[in-house]
């Protein structure tokens, strides 16, 4: 069947499902698996808002199913993003993870914005994500989808160079759980599993946790580290309660996770940390006469402990405590049986708590309106364009720390940007499609950017303080690319190219500080997060995909080229930012996985290329240290006992290529075995 005769049956199986799911915040609502089996490919609303196929969006998107998942040698999010073209996971720490998308990488990226069923799990004080944090499961994921590229007029300021929304399972007329156990060699223990039960008819429960424990690799000994050195230790447990009442879709739920890891901060320092995070959230989506309508909202909480342990027999920790809370509704109206228009609006407030900041509350409330509108003009032609304005209005309270290095007053400002997005889709020929993109979005500074207030201890006999700065303004991020994707027998072949540009990066103080002098009431010196310049990144995405009898393979390869208007790297390295450095020029995966009765096997293998990574020295010196060309396998083997017991064997970096992780500190071969329950 060509593309051109399944796009009316397309939209005709998903007309009755886009009054469901209005919105992406609300995608939980849409039942993923049905669509797929009866579409054949996976279906999204991460890119517009409503469903759609995975071969036809308007984004360079990524989709992966819960049947990669659960063949997959990965054990968590970012090892299976990996696999994928266009995207840098670097395992800084055995416990610290970044994912980049498109170059740019660097510690506690803050342009990848990183969702559960629509609900923000990036953390705002630090503008990050901790892959540890998540407190979401692989049991219990229906799928992950990664949009590349600026998604901020769906989803807000931080979507700067894409999003990953981690859409989990809704329970169904029958219980189920899904559990595993695992063990493995550098004192990997993990058990984690997930609960659906039907509490009625229309009311379902779902129940999800896990315990986690390992040990952090050998840190070589020309790196600065802690006198303490702290092993990965997570703790997570979430419920829901979802319900069909009265033609509304309802969902009411909550979380707390626990992690504690050492990490590079953004400076470069490694560091223990301790992090602890709370969660609230609600839904309601109503089908109308108009259209479909989404109400909901969520409420995070963070507490967060730096430089636990600095010292043997001492916790003297930094911490932050940030609170976020988020109110969000959108409706999406059909206009014709092809043609849709999205509208919402959201508001949010966003609050940080410190000794180490200029005063004891730095906060921040934004209110957004977007609008996003779906045509279908001809059937080979499909137009989107969706744009987003958000009014940022900057606070400070409390007690205000002295010396203090800003007017109480900049703390009173506001902004507004405008973010966009717009793409072309065009069917060429029977099966060909060609998409040409493009759009702008903001990366907001963090509540850290904008009001830290940190002492450091240096042989300077003047006290240097790490300062932000609440003159700092959002960096733009354009971005623009073509792709083409065309089936070829039983292989889908895809090509992309894409440029992006980062104006006005924010980036840490590193080494040779570059310091304001103030006077009074003594001499101090302070040194800024400020932004230090523009830099671009383009390059090409090839992919190829196909199934041979029970053999499913996927191959990709990916040249990323940066050029930096920086601080330079020359020493004393002023700024821990050098995407030109730490961004690998050539990566390609292969990916194999084999089916045959009871038995699966399944192999990851990946190539990067060398680059160089920041990290303090013992002397202490900020430097670039070179990591190595690697090439890493990991596998998979699974036998199914009976049809709900799987017995595995895993492992990662089994080449042991001290590469593998992008990192300063060389990777090393984890391996695992283990046992899962699906019932």
């Known amino acids: 069947m060509s593309a051109m005769t399944r796009a009316p049956l397309l939209r005709s199986l998903l007309a009755a499902s886009t009054l469901l799911a209005p919105a992406a ?65 670097n395992r800084w720490t055995a416990g ?83 559990a595993t156990a695992e063990l493995g060699n550098h004192g990997i223990s993990k058990i984690s599993g997930s609960l659906l039960l039907p509490v009625t008819s229309t009311i379902g429960l779902k129940l999800a946790g896990a315990r986690a424990r390992e040990d952090e690799r050998s840190i070589p000994t020309t790196l600065l580290t802690p006198a303490m050195i702290n092993s990965v230790a997570s703790n997570q447990i979430t419920a829901d309660l979802t319900a069909a009442l009265g033609g509304m879709d309802l969902t009411l739920g909550g979380g707390h996770a626990d992690n504690r890891q050492i990490e590079y901060l953004p400076s470069q320092l490694l560091s223990n940390q301790h992090f602890r995070s709370d969660t609230m959230h609600g839904f309601m989506t109503r089908d109308t ?71 004891d509350r730095i906060s921040y409330d934004v209110a957004s309106a977007n609008a996003m509108l779906d045509l279908h003009p001809l059937e080979q032609v499909s137009l989107t364009a969706a744009g987003r304005l958000d009014r940022l209005w900057l606070h400070q309270s409390g007690e205000i720390a002295q010396p203090a290095y800003d007017d109480p007053a900049a703390f009173s400002r506001a902004f507004t940007r405008f973010s966009f997005n717009a793409a072309v889709l065009v069917h060429t020929g029977a ?8 759009g702008r979005g903001y990366q907001l500074p ?51 190219a894409f440029v992006t540009r980062t104006k006005n990066a924010i980036a840490s103080p590193g080494d040779g500080l570059q310091t304001e002098l103030f006077l009074s009431p ?3 010196l302070v040194a800024r997060f400020q932004a230090v310049g523009d830099f671009t990144t383009y390059g090409t995405e090839l992919a190829a995909s196909g ?18 208007q920086l601080g330079g790297t020359a020493l004393p390295i002023p700024f821990a930012l050098s995407p030109a450095s730490t961004t690998p020029t050539h990566k390609a995966n292969l990916t194999l996985t ?86």
Do not use: C
Not at 611 to 636: E, I, K, W
């Open 25 to 89: 915040v609300k995608a939980q609502a849409i039942d993923y698996q049905a669509l797929q089996e009866t579409i054949g490919e996976p279906v999204t609303t991460s890119v517009t808002g409503k469903p759609q196929r995975a071969s036809e969006l308007p984004a360079s998107a990524i989709i992966i199913t819960r049947d990669d998942i659960a063949k997959s040698p990965a054990r968590d999010v970012p090892g299976l993003l990996k696999a994928y073209a266009g995207i840098d996971v």
């Open 96 to 178: 610290q993870t970044d994912v980049a998308v498109r170059g740019g990488v660097q510690t506690y990226n803050a342009r990848l914005l990183v969702l559960v069923d629509g609900r923000q799990v990036y953390l705002d004080h630090y503008g990050m994500t901790d892959w540890n944090l998540l407190s979401v499961q692989l049991e219990e994921i229906q799928q992950i989808e990664l949009v590349r590229g600026p998604a901020n007029a769906l989803y807000g300021f931080n979507a700067a160079s894409g999003v990953v929304n981690i859409v989990t399972r809704r329970g169904g007329q029958a219980p189920s759980a899904v």
């Open 289 to 359: 006469d108009w259209g479909g309508l989404t109400l909901g909202g969520y409420v995070n909480w963070l507490d967060a402990d730096y430089g636990v342990g600095a010292v043997p027999d001492a916790t003297a920790p930094i911490t932050f405590k940030n609170r976020i809370i988020v109110a969000q509704a959108s409706s999406l109206i059909r206009l014709s049986a092809a043609d849709t228009l999205r509208v919402g609006t959201e508001y949010r407030n966003n609050r940080l708590r410190s000794d180490y900041q200029f005063s």
């Open 431 to 438: 099966e060909g499609l060609l998409r040409i993109n493009g």
């Open 446 to 496: 963090s509540l850290v950017d904008f009001g830290i207030r940190l002492p450091i201890i240096t042989p300077s006999p003047v006290p240097i303080y790490v300062a932000g700065s609440p003159r700092t303004n959002p960096v733009a991020v354009w971005s623009g690319e073509i792709g083409y994707s065309h089936p070829a027998g039983p292989v889908r072949l895809e090509a992309t």
């Open 522 to 524: 003594a001499p101090s």
């Open 547 to 564: 199934q041979l009898a029970t053999l499913v393979w996927r191959a990709n390869y990916t040249w990323t080229h940066s050029d930096d």
């Open 594 to 679: 084999y089916t045959t009765g009871r038995a699966s096997l399944s192999g990851a293998a990946r190539y990067t290329s060398a680059t160089r990574q920041f990290a303090f020295s013992t002397s202490p010196q900020l430097l670039l240290y070179p990591v190595d060309a690697a090439v890493a396998v990991d596998g998979r083997a699974a036998f199914h006992l009976t049809q709900a017991v799987e017995l595995f064997v895993a492992g990662e970096n089994l080449t042991l290529a001290r590469g593998a992780a992008v990192s300063p500190i060389p990777a090393d071969r984890r391996v695992r075995a283990g046992l899962r329950l699906a019932l």
